[in-house]
């Protein structure tokens, strides 16, 4: 059984499948990571995610670090021979429980290589995503890099089933982009995968501020999948809010249980989780273990009924449409909307963003063009915002959802330890 073939057979039994990100240097430390994330209270998938150098093509600073005891941040798995990895992997990885690679590069050939290589074909990314906020490579090289990645993934033989790849474009910075610039650029990656002839793709989209405005984000994301990727086979990943996150255990724990909430409400097929220590260090395989089960005890709600012309999905059919108008080659056109700012990524630095779009948080908590730019956006956009963004208005705006559940979570009655504290 393939990972979209997994994901789908428990999509259909009505589970949320949970990810968690986890990635460790040690092989053993990695397999017992993976091997606690399938011995879950929950219905898992498995992660191998990879350290900052092999990200950015660094492998001589892997290699140092592995040859003197220096802690990585992830498995690098283009160092590790194949044949360790595949070791790492042995026993674990299987039909009943797929993993996949994370990474974060801009130039993921190697990585895709050593992942085949390996007999993994699950991965993620995309040529915006994983250049604009991670990298200062220029745009058309990542969209060069990842135009021969899809090849090489769409062209592998394998014998488990079709090759799967899923677009991170629908979590682009994290937060402070608004939801229907995520839907689009989650739309545009899927298709240029697609075109690239891979046809097991999922579209992720991440939790900001509003669930109601999110609900219409992925009924958006939806919409337009079901027009641009004719006859592949796809789903929708949700992955928990990924900015500040509170720094409450209890604060931690209600944020991720509005995010399964988003994935359950939607119909989403799958969620990646964050965990209680996301506000202070990287976390442990236990607190990973405790984030996967919390979310895959959240109890299914009624699936909500969004307007399927949403103002959300306006906004991203608008930019999707300015985008496939300014060239017929799909990758070609991503870059030509970037230099026209007709994609345009607020707070992004990125020398290939025009950086003139900006957003704010109305007092509902949805997240608004408050600077359109040159985003193909006027006859679209409902309202505006008179106020200037000042330095105080950002860091609220920042910290908007970690205060909001902090606070929740320390207006609740304190209970001492063997009883209650009344």
Known sequence: MSFEEFVASRHAAGQLVVQPRMGFADPVVMRAGLAATKNAAATTVGTVTLDSYTRVCDTDSVAHALAHGIALNGYPIVNHPAEVTRAMLDGLEGPDFPVQ??????RPADIFRAMLAAGLHTTEGGPVSYCLPYSRTPLDESVRNWSACCELLAGAELPGGRAHLETFGGCMMGQLCPPSELVALSALEALFFYRKGLRSISVSYAQQTNLRQDQEAVAALRRLCTELLPGASWHVVIYAYMGLF????????SLLGKAAELALSTGSERLIVKTVAEAHRIPTVAENVQALEHAG????TEKVTVEADNQVYREAYALVDAVLNSHEDLG????VAFKRGLLDVPFC???????????????????CWSDLGSLPLRRVVERGHGGAITSSTL???LSYVQHTH?????EQPMTAIGGDSR
């Open 101 to 106: 690679v994370r990474h974060g590069s801009a």
């Open 246 to 253: 509170p720094r409450t255990p209890a604060g931690s724990l």
């Open 297 to 300: 005890a959240v109890r299914a």
């Open 332 to 335: 070609r056109a991503i870059v």
């Open 349 to 367: 630095l990125h020398p290939d963003n025009a950086g003139q779009a900006r957003s704010y948080l109305d007092p509902a908590g949805r997240l």
């Open 395 to 397: 860091m609220s705006a």
């Open 406 to 410: 902090d606070a929740q979570a320390l």
